[in-house]
Nanobody
Framework: QVQLVESGGGLVQAGGSLRLSCAAS????????MAWFRQAPGKEREFVAA????????SYAENVRGRFIISRDNAKNTVYLQMNSLKPEDTAVYYC?????????????????????WGQGTQVTVSS
């Protein structure tokens, strides 16, 4: 069974930085894509960023591009989300998710339905 455990959330002032981690276990992820989504109160869950495990290719939502960086550590089976220049509108619960078997020629998916397993989420709060 795949398990995803997020950590690193917290309270930070606007303009600050946080790094989220997602530790994955339960299978090999060489043919997977890992993503971060977030959900603010009263809003739908939205795509933030994703990375293809095999090649390291990435995809970002427009509202975080240039501020957030997604990366992975193959040896630790861990995906990171470095969040810089944080804004109050980045406040949300952040979820890690895995698309178990993304075809080599397929684009990284940005919809929730493309992901098979989810973590429990970690709260990020940005104060103004």
């Amino acid at each position: 069974q795949v398990q995803l455990v997020e950590s690193g959330g917290g309270l930070v002032q606007a303009g600050g930085s946080l790094r989220l981690s997602c530790a994955a276990s339960g299978r090999t992820f060489s043919s997977s894509a890992m993503a971060w989504f977030r959900q603010a109160p009263g809003k739908e869950r939205e795509f933030v960023a994703a990375i293809r495990w095999s090649t390291g290719s990435t995809s970002y939502a427009e509202n975080v591009r240039g501020r957030f960086i997604i990366s992975r550590d193959n040896a630790k089976n861990t995906v990171y989300l470095q969040m810089n220049s944080l804004k109050p509108e980045d406040t949300a619960v952040y979820y890690c998710a895995v698309d178990q078997a993304i075809p080599r020629t397929a684009a990284i998916r940005r919809d929730m339905q493309g992901y098979d397993y989810w973590g429990q989420g970690t709260q990020v709060t940005v104060s103004s």
